[in-house]
Antibody, heavy 126, light 106 residues
Framework: EVQLVESGGGLVQPGGSLRLSCAAS????????MSWVRQAPGKGLEWVAS????????FYVDSVKGRFTVSRDTAKNSLYLQMNSLRGADTAVYYC???????????????????WGQGTLVTVSS | SYDLTQPPSVSVSPGQTASIACSGD??????ACWYQQKPGQSPVLVIY???KRPSGIPERFSGVNSGNTATLTISATQSSDEADYYC?????????FGGGTRLTVL
């Protein structure tokens, strides 16, 4: 059974930092792209970042570029999100998600999110 | 940037068919995916690659994508289908979600 368990959320002041973790199990972690998706209170879903299987490719939504860093540790089957210079607009539930791939342009491309964790709440407030 | 637009809300009577649209420029040239999110729960993938259902998703859920619009259809709608539904596509190396549609089963 695929399981994704996030941790590390909490209350942080504006300008502060936080590191989220996601423990993965039930599948071959090193074979999948992984992503972070967030949801502000009462709002819709927003993709935040994605990382490929060996960590050599990373992509971010514009609003977090230069502030957030996604990483992974294959030995620990874990995904991370280092969040710096946090703002009120970053307040959200952060979900870890496994990425499914589609065959596009002669290559497997990360495309959809087939498994999600339960989420961890990050609140940025003074 | 690429945008996906969904109606904020759709209502349906139990047993009837619900259709939720997602529009974007030439969306039919991309693959569309759909997620269901019930209150207090994580999203669940219900359709990927326009029309494919993950294992465990009832056949009542179906999808099509053509032109500028992808559509999620739920036939014989049940009260348990009441939820927020999000469409999703990919643009270059980024992922876009629609704003979400609240499906109410009256």
């Amino acid at each position: 059974e695929v399981q994704l368990v996030e941790s590390g959320g909490g209350l942080v002041q504006p300008g502060g930092s936080l590191r989220l973790s996601c423990a993965a199990s039930g599948f071959i972690f090193r074979s999948y792209w992984m992503s972070w998706v967030r949801q502000a209170p009462g709002k819709g879903l927003e993709w935040v970042a994605s990382i490929n299987q060996d960590g050599s490719e990373k992509f971010y939504v514009d609003s977090v570029k230069g502030r957030f860093t996604v990483s992974r540790d294959t030995a620990k089957n874990s995904l991370y999100l280092q969040m710096n210079s946090l703002r009120g607009a970053d307040t959200a539930v952060y979900y870890c998600a496994r990425v499914g791939a589609l065959w596009l342009n002669s290559a497997w491309q990360p495309y959809y999110f087939d498994y999600w964790g339960q989420g961890t709440l990050v609140t940025v407030s003074s | 940037s690429y945008d996906l637009t969904q109606p904020p809300s759709v209502s349906v009577s139990p047993g009837q068919t619900a259709s939720i649209a997602c529009s974007g420029d030439k969306l039919g040239h991309r693959y569309a995916c759909w997620y269901q999110q019930k209150p207090g729960q994580s999203p669940v993938l219900v359709i990927y690659e326009d029309r494919k259902r993950p294992s465990g998703i009832p056949e009542r859920f179906s999808g099509v994508n053509s032109g500028n619009t992808a559509t999620l259809t739920i036939s014989a709608t049940q009260s348990s289908d009441e939820a927020d539904y999000y469409c999703q596509a990919r643009d270059n190396n980024t992922t876009i979600f629609g704003g979400g549609t609240r499906l109410t089963v009256l």
